[in-house]
């Protein structure tokens, strides 16, 4: 124990209290000790706590032994609530006796301990409250000659942070019943917990806040069917207006008890006036009302704008580090699965096969990868093999990397963090770039491993101008460690299952996972100042969407997949004779039949949009053997028939030749995703039954798509962590929203074109290759790269060409350099 006098003694104030109540003692300059059961560190700032607790069945002497290891302080503030009158007395004389010197004591108390109808700081509180008794013990010790100030500060529902009024509503409220018998809710913020200690820390020793009790709340009183109705919170907004049409109530909040037999429905049972507190030291709480809000202040201090929806201020849990982990025995199950289909009845192989893999995954391949994995799953030992060629080498290492989780909206979003060091960066003049990393399926942030590191950490050799970034890789919403956001089902009906996002039933679409998305950057501290994106296949529409619509906080984009259409068709020479405005102009809308006309031309020039590549583009540009006079003509390079249509320049042979191999896939390799999107319940099924299904669906994604086979230990840790996740029935759903034609109807449309810069990376054996050209007209194109090897998972593939990308990519885009370190 430190004989050294501290400013404030916080008893008990090292979780959710400690988050608000320590940053406002250091802002005022305030010294202070921290007291915890255990005397671990503190969760909320992992400073050391001194052992310390106290219980009410406690001796006297038991509670002057207790004190023995508490410093002097000027004020003691206590947390944890203490129900004994005796043990609450012994306590204040025993540090009193044994220090001598003036000391306030403050006591966080509930606002639980009055009862029904209006109360305030003056009004009796429940006699048979034990909680409340001994606070008032704690008053009577108020005692100024005796260098002894005490105040009971009785706090209303604490919010902020981790805890957000809109799910406690979820919980209170879980049918209409319960609703119902629901009346009053009182709420003060964490933030004016810590600004109402500091006022009575600071207050003068003749200040009437001693030696009484007071309500705290933010002043107000809410009725939970109206916070229900602001939160937007889909069955029990509707629950709450049913109530009000059958108990005749026609506005909110409900008119508050007058007597012992009103009460819910009809009517409000508690009212509580928290102003009193405030008005004493002429001032207001901070935070305003829970349902009007315009900014919430993070755990960190800082404050952010809040959108008009309430709801959107209160749907972002709290950060927490998180251990990635299976259910028990997960793995060993997959492994006993896999050596029992080995010894059954081998699959047969398809006769008209061959060595060909045009049907799929061929039989050799499937074989090699099903007795492999039983290998590869069956070794304990994490250090063998330098490639991390077992299951628990490989599992060892992702165990390496800072994982986490948040909950965004109804989602608990794990996400992997790799941050940079930025005493370096602001050492070297370093720039940092804050990167989200989002992959597509089939895949995970397994993509990601072999980049987050060098990303994050560039060589101290590196030039100043290399930037290092602050990366961050989510799992999409039902994959891997990721929930689904959570469904309901429709009242009073066929009991279809809904949620609460935009798609048909409330299901999750693109635009909702970018949100999700988005609003994750902003709890790391990005809101402000922004963030770069890097996305491929399905992560390449969501990081479309982010840009467009959160364009203040999406600074630049980097996609390695754009299944860009044709530029949309035009004939130039209309707008050479007949500019918009022009007399021409008006004399051709006024003849008659113009404006079906225009409307054919429109339909015209969205044909490359709207239909298959193979219908538009024909052989005459991606054959050699051209079959139409056009064709002969392109080869001639005449090209008055792209000039007139407005295509541009001729395709290159490499460019014929990605347009080709785009084709193809769309024709006969994606039909993987027309199943995912009609029968995705069935298909579920069939992959959750069988990891064999899964190895013979997923695996062959690996080899078709890629420019070299990826090693038999990254196809097969994809795989055990989707089975062992139940991701793959969990990610198919997303497709039933799928356009019937892919990405391309979506990404040319005009109102979907990226405006902040954007990098591309063209890679040969991509599924989907764009040219240049093509790619312009769906984006703000900067930075463009050609790779004369790597397929659909760059990252994966190719981690030295994806890394130097990213560095010059971003480093020339990116309008925004900075040191700043964030939470």
Same mark, same amino acid.
């Given at each position: 124990?430190?004989?050294? %006098?501290?400013?404030?003694?916080?008893?008990?104030?090292?979780?959710?209290?400690?988050?608000?109540?320590?940053?406002?003692?250091?802002?005022?300059?305030?010294?202070?000790?921290?007291?915890?059961?255990?005397?671990?560190?503190?969760?909320?700032?992992?400073?050391?706590?001194?052992?310390?607790?106290?219980?009410?069945?406690?001796?006297?002497?038991?509670?002057?032994?207790?004190?023995?290891?508490?410093?002097?302080?000027?004020?003691?503030?206590?947390?944890?609530?203490?129900?004994?009158?005796?043990?609450?007395?012994?306590?204040?004389?025993?540090?009193?006796?044994?220090?001598?010197?003036?000391?306030?004591?403050?006591?966080?108390?509930?606002?639980?301990?009055?009862?029904?109808?209006?109360?305030?700081?003056?009004?009796?509180?429940?006699?048979?409250?034990?909680?409340?008794?001994?606070?008032?013990?704690?008053?009577?010790?108020?005692? $100024?000659?005796?260098?002894?100030?005490?105040?009971?500060?009785?706090?209303? @529902?604490?919010?902020? @942070?981790?805890?957000?009024?809109?799910?406690?509503?979820?919980?209170?409220?879980?049918?209409?019943?319960?609703?119902?018998?629901?009346?009053?809710?009182?709420?003060?913020?964490?933030?004016?917990?810590?600004?109402?200690?500091?006022?009575?820390?600071?207050?003068?020793?003749?200040?009437?806040?001693?030696?009484?009790?007071?309500?705290?709340?933010?002043?107000?009183?809410?009725?939970?069917?109206?916070?229900?109705?602001?939160?937007?919170?889909?069955?029990?907004?509707?629950?709450?207006?049913?109530?009000?049409?059958?108990?005749?109530?026609?506005?909110?909040?409900?008119?508050?008890?007058?007597?012992?037999?009103?009460?819910?429905?009809?009517?409000?049972?508690?009212?509580?006036?928290?102003?009193?507190?405030?008005?004493?030291?002429?001032?207001?709480?901070?935070?305003?009302?829970?349902?009007?809000?315009?900014?919430?202040?993070?755990?960190?201090?800082?404050?952010?704008?809040?959108?008009?929806?309430?709801?959107?201020?209160?749907?972002?849990?709290?950060?927490?580090?998180?251990?990635?982990?299976?259910?028990?025995?997960?793995?060993?199950?997959?492994?006993?699965?896999?050596?029992?289909?080995?010894?059954?009845?081998?699959?047969?192989?398809?006769?008209?096969?061959?060595?060909?893999?045009?049907?799929?995954?061929?039989?050799?391949?499937?074989?090699?990868?099903?007795?492999?994995?039983?290998?590869?799953?069956?070794?304990?030992?994490?250090?063998?093999?330098?490639?991390?060629?077992?299951?628990?080498?490989?599992?060892?290492?992702?165990?390496?990397?800072?994982?986490?989780?948040?909950?965004?909206?109804?989602?608990?979003?794990?996400?992997?963090?790799?941050?940079?060091?930025?005493?370096?960066?602001?050492? $070297?003049?370093?720039?940092?770039?804050?990167?989200?990393?989002?992959?597509?399926?089939?895949? &995970?942030?397994?993509?990601?491993?072999?980049?987050?590191?060098?990303?994050?950490?560039?060589?101290?050799?590196?030039?100043?101008?290399?930037?290092?970034?602050?990366?961050?890789?989510?799992?999409?919403?039902?994959?891997?460690?990721?929930?689904?956001?959570?469904?309901?089902?429709?009242?009073?009906?066929?009991?279809?299952?809904?949620?609460?996002?935009?798609?048909?039933?409330?299901?999750?679409?693109?635009?909702? %996972?970018?949100?999700?998305?988005?609003?994750?950057?902003?709890?790391?501290?990005?809101?402000?100042?922004?963030?770069?994106?890097?996305?491929?296949?399905?992560?390449?529409?969501?990081?479309?969407?982010?840009?467009?619509?959160?364009?203040?906080?999406?600074?630049?984009?980097?996609?390695?997949?754009?299944?860009?259409?044709?530029?949309?068709?035009?004939?130039?020479?209309?707008?050479?004779?007949?500019?918009?405005?022009?007399?021409?102009?008006?004399?051709?809308?006024?003849?008659?039949? $113009?404006?079906?006309?225009?409307?054919?031309?429109?339909?015209?020039?969205?044909?490359?949009?709207?239909?298959?590549?193979?219908?538009?583009?024909?052989?005459?540009?991606?054959?050699?053997?051209?079959?139409?006079?056009?064709?002969?003509?392109?080869?001639?390079?005449?090209?008055?028939?792209?000039?007139?249509?407005?295509?541009?320049?001729?395709?290159?042979?490499?460019?014929?030749?990605?347009?080709?191999?785009?084709?193809?896939?769309?024709?006969?390799?994606?039909?993987?995703?027309?199943?995912? @999107?009609?029968?995705?319940?069935?298909?579920?099924?069939?992959?959750?039954?069988?990891?064999?299904?899964?190895?013979?669906?997923?695996?062959?994604?690996?080899?078709?798509?890629?420019?070299?086979?990826?090693?038999?230990?990254?196809?097969?840790?994809?795989?055990?962590?989707?089975?062992?996740?139940?991701?793959?029935?969990?990610?198919?759903?997303?497709?039933?929203?799928?356009?019937?034609?892919?990405?391309? &109807?979506?990404?040319?449309?005009?109102?979907?074109?990226?405006?902040?810069?954007?990098?591309?990376?063209?890679?040969?054996?991509?599924?989907?290759?764009?040219?240049?050209?093509?790619?312009?007209?769906?984006?703000?194109?900067?930075?463009?790269?050609?790779?004369?090897?790597?397929?659909?998972?760059?990252?994966?593939?190719?981690?030295?060409?994806?890394?130097?990308?990213?560095?010059?990519?971003?480093?020339?885009?990116?309008?925004?350099?900075?040191?700043?370190?964030?939470?």
């Amino acid at each position: 124990m430190s004989d050294t %006098v501290v400013d404030v003694l916080l008893l008990g104030a090292t979780g959710w209290s400690a988050t608000w109540i320590i940053p406002a003692l250091r802002e005022h300059k305030l010294t202070y000790a921290l007291t915890s059961r255990s005397g671990s560190p503190s969760k909320a700032t992992e400073e050391p706590t001194i052992p310390f607790a106290l219980a009410d069945d406690w001796t006297r002497e038991q509670v002057v032994e207790a004190t023995q290891v508490l410093p002097p302080a000027k004020a003691i503030v206590i947390v944890f609530p203490i129900k004994s009158n005796s043990v609450m007395q012994d306590f204040v004389n025993a540090y009193h006796d044994r220090f001598q010197h003036h000391t306030r004591w403050i006591q966080l108390g509930s606002s639980g301990i009055w009862l029904s109808g209006k109360n305030d700081s003056e009004s009796p509180v429940d006699p048979t409250n034990a909680r409340g008794q001994a606070e008032q013990v704690l008053l009577t010790l108020n005692d $100024s000659a005796q260098k002894r100030l005490t105040t009971v500060l009785n706090l209303a @529902g604490l919010y902020g @942070g981790s805890r957000h009024p809109i799910n406690f509503a979820r919980k209170v409220a879980p049918s209409k019943e319960a609703l119902a018998r629901k009346g009053s809710l009182h709420l003060i913020h964490g933030i004016d917990v810590a600004y109402s200690i500091v006022l009575a820390i600071t207050s003068e020793s003749s200040s009437p806040i001693w030696s009484k009790r007071w309500i705290l709340t933010d002043t107000n009183m809410y009725d939970w069917w109206q916070l229900v109705i602001s939160f937007d919170l889909p069955d029990a907004k509707v629950w709450a207006k049913e109530l009000m049409a059958e108990y005749g109530i026609r506005s909110l909040p409900r008119p508050i008890a007058s007597s012992p037999d009103q009460g819910p429905p009809q009517y409000i049972d508690r009212a509580l006036d928290g102003s009193a507190f405030w008005k004493y030291f002429n001032t207001h709480p901070k935070v305003g009302r829970v349902d009007e809000a315009s900014d919430l202040v993070e755990d960190n201090g800082a404050t952010v704008s809040a959108s008009s929806n309430p709801r959107a201020i209160f749907d972002v849990g709290e950060v927490r580090a998180y251990t990635p982990e299976f259910a028990s025995g997960r793995v060993e199950d997959l492994r006993r699965r896999i050596v029992q289909s080995i010894g059954d009845t081998p699959t047969p192989p398809n006769p008209f096969e061959a060595d060909k893999d045009r049907f799929g995954l061929t039989h050799a391949k499937f074989e090699h990868l099903r007795k492999t994995w039983a290998t590869f799953l069956e070794d304990p030992d994490p250090t063998v093999g330098a490639e991390h060629d077992s299951w628990a080498a490989r599992w060892a290492h992702i165990q390496t990397f800072s994982h986490f989780k948040a909950e965004v909206e109804e989602v608990e979003l794990h996400f992997i963090r790799e941050r940079p060091d930025f005493d370096e960066a602001r050492r $070297s003049g370093r720039p940092v770039i804050p990167l989200l990393l989002i992959h597509g399926w089939p895949g &995970s942030f397994l993509e990601f491993l072999d980049v987050a590191r060098p990303l994050a950490h560039p060589s101290p050799s590196a030039p100043s101008w290399v930037p290092a970034f602050d990366v961050v890789i989510p799992s999409h919403p039902g994959y891997a460690f990721s929930s689904l956001p959570k469904i309901r089902r429709k009242a009073k009906t066929s009991g279809i299952a809904v949620g609460n996002n935009s798609g048909p039933d409330g299901d999750l679409l693109v635009s909702d %996972v970018a949100r999700i998305f988005d609003k994750l950057m902003i709890k790391l501290g990005y809101g402000k100042d922004g963030y770069a994106v890097q996305a491929g296949d399905w992560g390449s529409m969501v990081c479309r969407l982010m840009a467009i619509h959160f364009p203040e906080r999406v600074k630049a984009v980097h996609l390695n997949f754009i299944p860009a259409p044709p530029s949309s068709l035009s004939i130039p020479i209309l707008s050479s004779i007949a500019p918009p405005g022009s007399m021409m102009r008006s004399f051709l809308k006024a003849i008659p039949g $113009s404006g079906l006309v225009g409307s054919l031309l429109s339909t015209l020039a969205a044909l490359p949009v709207n239909v298959p590549r193979r219908w538009w583009l024909s052989d005459f540009l991606i054959s050699n053997r051209p079959t139409s006079i056009l064709g002969y003509l392109a080869r001639l390079n005449w090209s008055l028939f792209g000039r007139l249509l407005n295509q541009g320049p001729l395709l290159t042979e490499r460019e014929s030749n990605n347009i080709a191999r785009g084709i193809t896939f769309q024709e006969s390799g994606s039909s993987y995703a027309s199943m995912h @999107g009609t029968r995705p319940t069935t298909l579920g099924l069939a992959m959750a039954s069988s990891p064999l299904a899964q190895l013979a669906w997923i695996g062959e994604k690996f080899y078709a798509w890629t420019d070299e086979a990826p090693s038999d230990s990254e196809i097969l840790t994809s795989l055990t962590l989707w089975w062992c996740t139940d991701t793959m029935p969990r990610s198919l759903y997303p497709y039933r929203n799928r356009p019937p034609l892919g990405a391309q &109807s979506v990404i040319g449309r005009p109102e979907n074109f990226i405006k902040c810069p954007t990098g591309h990376s063209d890679h040969p054996k991509e599924i989907m290759p764009s040219p240049k050209k093509w790619i312009e007209g769906t984006c703000n194109l900067k930075w463009y790269r050609v790779h004369s090897s790597g397929g659909h998972f760059a990252a994966m593939e190719k981690p030295d060409l994806f890394v130097e990308d990213m560095r010059d990519c971003f480093g020339s885009i990116y309008p925004i350099h900075n040191t700043k370190e964030v939470a």
